[in-house]
């Protein structure tokens, strides 16, 4: 069975601190999805950034960076320079590789950034 | 711009009734997914569907069904709601044969409360 584990519920910084949000699954599967989606006070769950299990270059998207690390099962996602628009729901999710796969989402972390 | 739609932001009805909630999407994906969102519990997978017709049990499929009858509308039915139904249902679709192995695209929410 898979899992994804986001141990920070909360996260509460000040305007342009970094901060990283924690991301840790379980897979049986060799090939497997990886993904972060933000869902700010509106509700609609936006995404962010797609990984596949054989990639582990991080990646940076302007303020926006990812730690893909296999040999921990971690893919954490920092935020540079933090804004109060920053603020929302993140959520990293899990999916398997096959025709019917699903996705597991994390509990979500919640990220206020403070002016 | 691409959308999925729920037909409905907010939702009151009482405890017994049969619940209908509609997703429509206009980017021809063939895969479409219902969530419920509850706090401190993520996104919860209820039912997917990956063809016209087709459906597939989530996680947590006991009290709902689905149809899928076009391939741009997926409904999720509550056939006796029931209070611990109240909740955030969220509805996702994605391109490829099956899977959620490709970025999902959510609607905005339909926040259920059963009384």
């Known amino acids: 069975a898979q899992k994804v584990t986001q141990a920070q519920t909360e996260i509460s910084v000040v305007e342009k601190e970094d901060v990283t949000l924690d991301c840790v699954y379980e897979?049986?599967?060799?090939?497997?999805?990886l993904f972060w989606y933000k869902q700010p006070p509106s509700g609609e769950l936006v995404f962010l950034i797609r990984r596949n299990s054989f990639d582990e270059q991080n990646e940076i998207s302007g303020r926006y960076s990812w730690n893909f690390q296999k040999s921990t099962s971690s893919f954490n996602f920092t935020i540079t320079a933090s804004q109060v628009v920053d603020s929302a729901v993140y959520f990293c999710a899990l999916s398997e590789n096959t025709n019917a796969g699903k996705s597991t989402f994390g509990d979500g972390t919640t990220l206020t950034v403070k002016p | 711009d691409v959308k999925v739609t729920q037909s409905s932001r907010y939702l009151v009805k009482r405890t017994g009734e049969k619940v209908f909630l509609e997703c429509v999407q206009d980017?021809?994906?063939?895969?479409m997914f219902w969530y419920r969102q509850d706090p401190g519990l993520g996104l919860r997978l209820i039912y997917f569907?990956?063809?016209?017709?087709?459906?597939e049990k989530g996680d947590i499929p006991e009290g709902y069904s689905v149809s899928r009858e076009k391939k741009e509308r997926f409904s999720l039915i509550l056939e006796s709601a029931s209070t611990n139904q109240t909740s955030m249902y969220l509805c996702?679709?994605?391109?490829?044969?099956?899977?959620?192995?490709?970025?999902?695209?959510f609607g905005q929410g339909t926040r259920l409360t059963v009384v």
């Open positions: 569907s990956y063809d016209v017709k087709m459906k």
């Open positions: 996702a679709s994605s391109k490829g044969q099956g899977g959620m192995n490709t970025e999902a695209f």
């Open positions: 980017m021809d994906h063939e895969n």
């Open positions: 897979t049986r599967d060799t090939t497997y999805y």
